[in-house]
Antibody
Framework: QVQLQQWGAGLLKPSETLSLTCAVY????????WSWIRQPPGKGLEWIGE???????NYNPSLKSRVTISVDTSKNQFSLKLSSVTAADTAVYYC????????????????????????WGKGTTVTVSS | SSELTQDPAVSVALGQTVRITCQGD??????ASWYQQKPGQAPVLVIY???NRPSGIPDRFSGSSSGNTASLTITGAQAEDEADYYC????????????FGGGTKLTVL
């Protein structure tokens, strides 16, 4: 049973850099997309970005200028850094495993694609306050 | 477009059937995945692909898709199904960004 364990600083001051790490236990690290998602208080889920085992990244355009996601395959860990935080970055931050894109075929032709995140960390509450 | 749109709130009487919908251009190419989130907990995957349930998800949860709209149907809603539900897919425009709907709060009456 794959588990994700995440940790990092929970209280930051404006302009500091948020830093979180997620460790993968009980399963393969390669072949998946490893994502960070956040949820501000009382609001919905926002995808921050993802990385694969080879270090290829993909970021939400709205956060791209401040986000760095990195991977340490020797430890089966991936990390998030978000620079210049403000109160608007206060949220619960989740790490999650994304599956490779699936394809459904109809009579030999691609019908649909599908993507999903099947394993999630428990979340880390990050508060930005002066 | 990379947006997924959900109704903010839906209610259902105990034991009845409810449909939660998600609209977006990416859903013409991608099946939505659906997540259930209860207060203070991480989201849990309930439906993925055409209509697949992970192990442990009751068969009263099902998914469907038509055009730019995906639906999550709960047949015989139970009190424990009261939660927020989010749809999700990748953007179909080629950038492969991941998108979430705004979420639907399901109340079981």
């Amino acid at each position: 049973q794959v588990q994700l364990q995440q940790w990092g600083a929970g209280l930051l001051k404006p302009s500091e850099t948020l830093s979180l790490t997620c460790a993968v236990y009980g399963g393969s690290f390669s072949g998946y997309y490893w994502s960070w998602i956040r949820q501000p208080p009382g609001k919905g889920l926002e995808w921050i970005g993802e990385i694969n085992h080879s270090g290829s990244t993909n970021y939400n355009p709205s956060l791209k200028s401040r986000v760095t996601i990195s991977v340490d395959t020797s430890k089966n860990q991936f990390s998030l850094k978000l620079s210049s935080v403000t109160a608007a970055d206060t949220a619960v931050y989740y790490c999650a495993r994304g599956r490779p894109r699936g394809i459904t075929m109809v009579r030999g032709v691609i019908d649909y694609y599908y993507y999903y995140m099947d394993v999630w960390g428990k979340g880390t509450t990050v508060t930005v306050s002066s | 477009s990379s947006e997924l749109t959900q109704d903010p709130a839906v209610s259902v009487a105990l034991g009845q059937t409810v449909r939660i919908t998600c609209q977006g251009d990416s859903l013409r190419s991608y099946y939505a995945s659906w997540y259930q989130q209860k207060p203070g907990q991480a989201p849990v995957l309930v439906i993925y692909g055409k209509n697949n349930r992970p192990s442990g998800i009751p068969d009263r949860f099902s998914g469907s898709s038509s055009g730019n709209t995906a639906s999550l149907t709960i047949t015989g809603a139970q009190a424990e199904d009261e939660a927020d539900y989010y749809c999700n897919s990748r953007d179909s425009s080629g950038n492969r960004h991941v998108v979430f709907g705004g979420g639907t709060k399901l109340t079981v009456l």
